[in-house]
């Protein structure tokens, strides 16, 4: 067994999950078609998001394997978007002035650009933590 650097955290996948109805959890852990089914189903109507409270350890361990760790957390990253993703400090911590700038300015690029970056987060932060390791 290869030992993998944790580059998601249980914790904030059970933090996200409280809100997981919204499919929260599920976007974090690089699930953005599942995220947006719970967003819009509520959790599957509340069924789902229970069940995730079960199924979250395996997740994490899913996304470990998947996404590249280095300089940009993940976890921070995260934490941003969620509930700061509106104003671009998320794009701002990956180094994405330029885009963040623009998100502060637009609400997030009137919304739909936090939406894109639920979907993508998880990839533009393996992208960006490969692009420092390698210059």
Known sequence: MT???NT???LIGYLLWIFGFLGSHRFYYG????GT???FTLGLFFIGWIIDLFLIPAMDREADRRFRSGEVDYSIGWLLLTFLGVFGL????MGK???GIIYLLTGGLFLIGVLYDFWTLNDQISER???HRFG
Do not use: G, Q, V
Not at 31 to 34: A, D, L, Q, S, V
Not at 90 to 93: C, T, V
């Open 3 to 5: 030992d993998r650097p």
């Open 31 to 34: 699930k953005p078609i599942t």
């Open 8 to 10: 998601h955290s249980k």
């Open 129 to 131: 933590n490969r692009e």
């Open 90 to 93: 998320h794009r701002m911590y």
């Open 97 to 99: 002035w330029i885009t």
């Open 37 to 39: 089914i719970w967003f």
